[in-house]
């Protein structure tokens, strides 16, 4: 505050004290219980160093708060609704999981001790190269062979059934829950998983097409990609295997034994990745939906968070 006009000057020796040592007298101010008093048009003002912090936007106000006559329906909640009597008759029609893992687990234990069988008559053709084996040994190896052969293709074929009509099961279940047609026919995805070369394209087509119904093919598309390699893999080596079992010369029984341990390994593999996709799948009930919608705060932005000052300025004092 600028002085008034008929104030005189304040004296220099005040400072920070205010007012002059008592009876004129110089020297250092003795202690007071009050605080120094100022001439008239005087006051004290804090100022801070630096330049002045930018003005703050005051918040608009929320407003009152919403009130509501009865309990809200809307919100992110998840839809469970029931499936329809008709796709539940439909979805009992295929086999159950544990029938499926039951024979998949058959399937390759039965194509991994067949493939061992293999390399038993592999090693016996070795030995047999500076040693004439026993005649009961040699039909012993033979048959073991074909009857490993045999109970391989049987556990192959019953796995392949009952993938195949659980395939048709849950197609049926997931169209019914959703209320959509059905645009294949039995027949056509029995066809279409049985044909032999045709299965290779039409069967993992069928899968896609499920893993889209149910809005889950990104989580199972390594999986099905792994499984075609996989199968792909084992038709090729299984026709070598096939051709190469014609041969009569001792070298070209032991290419066609080496042939038929890899082609039993890799059948083995596809089967353990077709059940990594039928895992994907069950996984996630036909009812549940693949995505699950929460509630997440949204972060908000405390008031004294940020610094006073701008970069580069002084600090408050």
Known sequence: MAPLADTPPADPRWGAQGAPPPGGASGPPRWQRTPPRLPPGYRWIAVRPGAAPPVRRSRRPLGPTPRYAVIPRW???????????AGEARARTGPSAELVRTTQFVSVLVLSIAALIYVLRYVLLVVNRNTLLNA???????????????????AVIAYGVV???????????????????????????WAGCVVPFANLLWAPVYVIELAILEDHYSKQRRAIMEWWIAWVGSYLVSIFAVISSFARDAQGIANNTVLMVFA??????????????????????????????????????????????????????
């Open 264 to 317: 039993y390994l890799f059948a083995a593999a596809t089967v353990a990745a077709a059940g990594r996709v039928f895992e994907g799948f069950e996984r996630k009930p036909v009812e549940r939906p693949a995505h699950r919608w929460v509630m997440v705060p949204e972060p908000v932005a405390q008031a004294s968070a940020g610094p006073v000052e701008l970069e580069g300025q002084e600090p408050a004092a």
């Open 75 to 85: 919100g992110l909640v998840d839809r469970l609704e029931q499936a329809s009597a």
């Open 163 to 189: 993938l195949i009509r659980w395939l048709i099961g849950r197609r049926a279940a997931v169209l019914a829950h959703l209320g959509l047609p059905e645009q294949r026919s039995v027949r056509a995805l």
């Open 136 to 154: 009961w040994v040699a039909i012993g190896a033979d048959w073991l062979g074909i009857l490993a052969s045999v109970a391989a293709i049987g």
